[in-house]
C-alpha cells in the first residue's frame, strides 16, 4: 500500500507544477506490529512466573504461616520460578545486544572442531540428565570461519540443547562438521525424537514461537533459543536448514 506524503501545487508562470512523494508504510507497519506483539509477549511470559511468585509469598505469608514443611517446598518452586524468569530476561537481552550489532561483521578467526567439543562437552551434564548421548563426528584438519566465538558458542548450544530436550529420550544426538558440495563448512545437528509437523517449520525461528508451548516450558524453554540462533547467523551470513520428519526425527543445518 501506498501512502501519499506530500502534495503541493505552485503557480509559476502560467504553469502549475506538483511534487508528489510516496513512502511504501507497509513494511513500517508490519514491523510496528511485530514490535508490539514482542512487548505483549514477553510481558505475559514474565507474568506468569511473577503472579505465581505473589501466589506462593501470600501463601507463605498468611494460610501456610506455620506449615514448615509447606513453605519449604513452596520456596523450591518460587526457586524454579524465579530460575525461569532470568533465563528469559538472559535471552531477551542477548537479543537486543544482537540486533544492536547485527550490521557489524564478526572479526575473529574460529576453528569449528574445537568449539562443537567444547560445547558438547559443557551439555554433557545436561545430556546425561537425560540419558541422551552428544555423538561429535569431526574432520581430522582445521576448519575455519570468520565469526565470533561467544556467539558461535551460543549457536551450537542451542541447537544440541534442543536436539537432547525434544530428541528421543534416552537416544542419541549426531552432531557432524564437514564441507558441503562447495567446499563451504557444514554443522548438522540430527535427533532421533518425534520430529517437527512441517506446517510450523518455516516459523520456528520466530520469538516465542512454540509447536507446543507446555512442552517448551516443561523443558525450561523461553521460546527464543531459535530466534537468538537466527539473529547470530544472519550476522555471520550463514544459513539455518531444517529437515525434519515426523516420527523419525529432525537435522538442524547451520550452513557458513
Ligand atoms: P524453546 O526455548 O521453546 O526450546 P526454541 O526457539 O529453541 O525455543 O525452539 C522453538 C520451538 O521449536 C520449540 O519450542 C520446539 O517446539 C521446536 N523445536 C526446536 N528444536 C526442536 C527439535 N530438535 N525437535 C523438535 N522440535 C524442536
Redesign the pocket.
Known amino acids: 500500500r501506498v501512502a501519499p506524503m506530500q502534495a503541493l501545487g505552485q503557480r509559476l508562470g502560467g504553469t502549475r507544477y506538483f511534487l508528489i512523494t510516496f513512502r511504501d508504510v507497509s513494511q513500517a507497519r508490519r514491523i510496528d506490529r511485530m514490535r508490539s506483539d514482542f512487548v505483549a509477549n514477553a510481558s505475559h511470559e514474565l507474568r506468569t512466573p511473577l503472579a505465581s511468585l505473589k501466589g506462593f509469598i501470600e501463601t507463605i505469608q498468611g494460610p501456610a504461616r506455620n506449615d514448615h514443611a509447606a513453605q519449604q517446598r513452596f520456596l523450591g518452586i518460587m526457586h524454579e520460578q524465579a530460575t525461569r524468569m532470568s533465563r528469559l530476561v538472559d535471552d531477551l537481552l542477548s537479543l537486543s545486544r544482537l540486533e544492536i550489532k547485527s550490521h557489524v561483521p564478526p572479526d575473529q578467526t574460529v576453528e569449528l572442531a574445537p568449539l562443537l567439543g567444547h560445547v558438547r562437552d559443557s551439555l554433557q551434564p545436561f545430556a546425561a540428565e537425560l540419558g541422551v548421548e552428544i555423538m561429535l563426528d569431526l574432520p581430522d584438519g582445521k576448519v575455519e570461519v570468520a565469526g565470533d566465538r561467544d556467539e558461535l558458542i551460543e549457536v551450537f548450544e542451542?541447537l544440541m540443547e534442543?536436539?537432547c530436550?525434544?530428541?528421543q529420550e534416552g537416544g542419541r544426538v549426531e552432531v557432524r562438521l564437514a564441507p558441503d558440495e562447495g567446499g563451504h563448512p557444514e554443522v548438522s545437528v540430527t535427533?532421533f525424537?518425534s520430529?517437527?509437523p512441517p506446517e510450523h517449520v518455516p516459523r520456528?525461528t520466530e520469538r516465542f514461537?512454540?509447536?507446543?508451548v507446555e512442552?517448551?516450558r516443561s523443558?525450561k524453554?523461553?521460546?527464543?533459543?531459535?530466534?537468538i540462533v537466527k539473529h547470530i547467523l544472519t550476522r555471520h551470513r550463514a544459513r539455518l536448514n531444517v529437515k525434519s520428519e515426523l516420527g523419525k526425527g529432525?537435522v538442524f543445518t547451520v550452513k557458513f
Open positions: 542451542n534442543n536436539a530436550k525434544y530428541g535427533d525424537g520430529g517437527i520456528l514461537y512454540r509447536v507446543n512442552a517448551s523443558k524453554g523461553t521460546g527464543l533459543g531459535l530466534a529432525t
